[in-house]
């Protein structure tokens, strides 16, 4: 069951910035904390940010200081800023719950991500 949708990826060129969105459902966004996760090919689906039910926030090491997760639960939307892109964090970024429930692997349980590539 797919609850969230993706937005605002795009090609950027390194030092640049995106704004990502994922729209999420509705019943539960105000009382579920939510994340952002990303993979690249070849790679492990990884958290790279996280936002609680009362705004708290996590980052991964490799883009603490560079993203900002942020939530507004009048709109049922998490938000991520990315400034100061590198060519690494190029990925398929994707939303979803924190943590994901065990056996969420699957991809019916995993929206459409939107991709972001940053060249060199």
């Known amino acids: 069951q797919v609850q969230v949708v993706e937005s605002g990826g795009g090609l950027v060129q390194a030092g640049g910035s995106l704004r990502l969105s994922c729209a999420a459902s509705?019943?539960?966004?105000?009382?579920?904390?939510m994340g952002w996760y990303r993979q690249a090919p070849g790679n492990k689906r990884e958290l790279v940010a996280a936002?609680?039910?009362?705004?708290?926030?996590s980052y991964a090491d490799s883009v603490k200081g560079r993203f900002t997760i942020s939530r507004d639960n009048a709109k049922n939307t998490v938000y991520l800023q990315m400034n100061n892109l590198k060519p690494e964090d190029t990925a398929v970024y994707y939303c979803?719950?924190?943590?994901?429930?065990?056996?969420?692997?699957?991809?019916?349980?995993w929206g459409r991500g939107t991709q972001v590539t940053v060249s060199s």
């Open positions: 979803n719950l924190d943590p994901v429930p065990t056996g969420w692997g699957g991809s019916e349980y």
């Open positions: 509705a019943s539960i966004f105000s009382i579920s904390a």
């Open positions: 936002i609680s039910s009362d705004g708290s926030t």
